[in-house]
């Protein structure tokens, strides 16, 4: 008997918790309803804009900074939906867009050039997730050939470790 009341126990208590974390302090509970969208297919986004709209872009190269040797960047939830929004109208104004691989000077002429290009893979797969076309996007390693700052020391390698975005007409 004990162990059906300290189940019992057991089973309300954590109800009440998650319901007062989840509801009261995260205020996640709303009373709107919560519907489910679905997405829209890109061919119905293509006639619904008429032809004449002219899609403006806030700029036009994006840079993306990598840590040391790594493929991968860590996206701040900004720089996420930056590139989410970047990627919409890219979809719906059908342009180009050429991303750049660069590394800083650590390493050999090859493993940068093979780096540079898998960090550009990298956003190629990020753009293609939020809807871009592949046949849509360019990519090319510079490796270490193009710097923007002095590789002498760790603050001109870091901004050296980078991709570009830019639109191409």
């Known amino acids: 008997m004990r162990i059906i009341i300290g189940v019992l126990v057991f089973v309300v208590w954590s109800s009440l918790s998650t319901y007062w974390y989840v509801c009261k302090i995260k205020e996640i509970?709303?009373?709107?309803?919560?519907?489910?969208?679905?997405?829209?297919?890109?061919?119905?986004?293509?006639?619904?804009?008429?032809?004449?709209?002219?899609?403006?872009?806030?700029?036009?190269?994006?840079?993306?900074?990598?840590?040391?040797?790594?493929?991968?960047?860590?996206?701040?939830?900004?720089?996420?939906?930056?590139?989410?929004?970047?990627?919409?109208?890219?979809?719906?104004?059908?342009?180009?867009?050429?991303?750049?691989?660069?590394?800083?000077?650590?390493?050999?002429?090859?493993?940068?050039?093979?780096?540079?290009?898998?960090?550009?893979?990298?956003?190629?797969?990020l753009f293609v997730s939020y809807g871009l076309e592949e046949n849509n996007i360019e990519i090319k390693s510079l490796g270490k050939e193009s710097p923007v700052q002095n590789n002498n020391n760790e603050s001109g390698r870091s901004k050296n470790r980078r991709v570009e975005i830019s639109i191409q007409n």
Do not use: H, M
Request: charged fraction near 30%.
């Open 29 to 125: 509970c709303k009373d709107e309803k919560i519907t489910k969208v679905e997405p829209v297919k890109q061919e119905v986004v293509k006639k619904i804009v008429p032809e004449k709209t002219k899609i403006q872009f806030d700029f036009e190269t994006l840079t993306i900074y990598f840590p040391f040797a790594q493929s991968e960047a860590i996206l701040s939830e900004e720089l996420s939906d930056s590139i989410k929004i970047f990627s919409k109208k890219l979809v719906l104004a059908e342009k180009l867009i050429l991303i750049i691989g660069n590394t800083d000077n650590i390493g050999s002429d090859s493993s940068n050039l093979k780096l540079g290009l898998e960090r550009a893979e990298w956003v190629k797969g």
